[in-house]
């Protein structure tokens, strides 16, 4: 009976040692958005604009009619990403040109992709300028736009 016992021990030990080896770790690669801050031309307006946006060629809204000073966005693996933004309701679109190089996570994560800003093109309805503060896009999030709006309603 002793013998026996120790016999199903082993055969519990190997086996949890067997399912605990299989065990598959995959963390998501990290990615790369955009900070874009928001704020009035005229520094006496402190209020947030209400702002929606979606990216041209993606699949959903990236935010919807929200108070904020700011968002941040997804940038296409293409070499430009548009993005449609209501401003107070007024529409603008914002096209940026960039570089992209691809990255290694790591064997269990894979590859995500870095970028760099080569140049904007905007529409001015309601946007008054831009700068970029940072035009290095990369898994750490940083304000890398900064969108002046006029204050035109």
């Known amino acids: 009976m002793n013998h ?20 598959e770790t995959f963390d998501l690669p990290p990615s790369a958005y955009s900070g874009i801050d928001f704020s009035y031309s005229d520094s006496e307006i402190t209020t947030s604009p209400t702002i929606s946006a979606y990216g041209l060629g993606i699949d959903s809204l990236i ?7 700011e968002i941040s966005v997804p940038f296409s693996i293409n070499d430009s990403s548009t993005f449609v933004f209501t401003i107070d309701s007024i529409i603008d679109t914002l096209t940026i040109h960039h570089i ?12 995500y992709y870095e ?16 700068a ?22």
């Open 132 to 153: 970029i503060p940072d035009s290095t896009i990369t898994s750490v999030w940083n304000e890398n736009l900064e969108i002046y709006i006029n204050n035109n309603n």
């Open 63 to 69: 935010i919807d009619s929200v108070s904020t000073n």
């Open 100 to 111: 992209k190089t691809l990255n290694e996570e790591s064997v269990e994560s894979g590859f």
């Open 115 to 130: 970028y760099e800003i080569t140049s904007i093109n905007y529409t001015m309805n309601r946007i008054d300028s831009i």
């Open 4 to 23: 026996s016992l120790l016999k199903i021990f082993f055969i519990i030990l190997i086996a949890l040692s067997i399912l605990n080896g299989c065990d």
